[in-house]
Nanobody, 121 residues
Framework: QVQLVESGGGLVQAGGSLKLSCSAS????????RGWFRQAPGKEREIVAA???????TYYRDSVKGRFTISRDSKNTVYLQMNNLKPEDTAVYYC???????????????WGQGTQVTVSS
């Protein structure tokens, strides 16, 4: 079982930037795909970005392409750099991990507690 802890959320004005971090610990955290998801009030959870365990493969939902960047370091921390934030990016952001490559949130089996991102207009 892997434990995930997010940090870096907050309140920012439209056009601003935030960088989320997700640290991992546990006995099997090395070869895991990692994803960032978000859920706004009254809406379904949706994928934002994902990265393979090697870092060679990434995925972004269309609405964040060119604005968000997912990355991971050698210590298994995953980051989400968010630039040019928009009010519609407001949500609770979760990081997650899974042993296979997938963008479906239902298939991720380890989740962090979430961090709030609020973008004011």
């Amino acid at each position: 079982q892997v434990q995930l802890v997010e940090s870096g959320g907050g309140l920012v004005q439209a056009g601003g930037s935030l960088k989320l971090s997700c640290s991992a610990s546990g006995s099997t955290f090395s070869r895991l795909s990692r994803g960032w998801f978000r859920q706004a009030p009254g809406k379904e959870r949706e994928i934002v970005a994902a990265i393979s365990w090697t870092g060679a493969t990434t995925y972004y939902r269309d609405s964040v392409k060119g604005r968000f960047t997912i990355s991971r370091d050698s210590k298994n921390t995953v980051y989400l750099q968010m630039n040019n934030l928009k009010p519609e990016d407001t949500a609770v952001y979760y990081c997650a991990a899974v042993k296979v490559w997938t963008t479906a949130w239902e298939e991720y089996d380890s989740w962090g507690q979430g961090t709030q991102v609020t973008v004011s207009s």
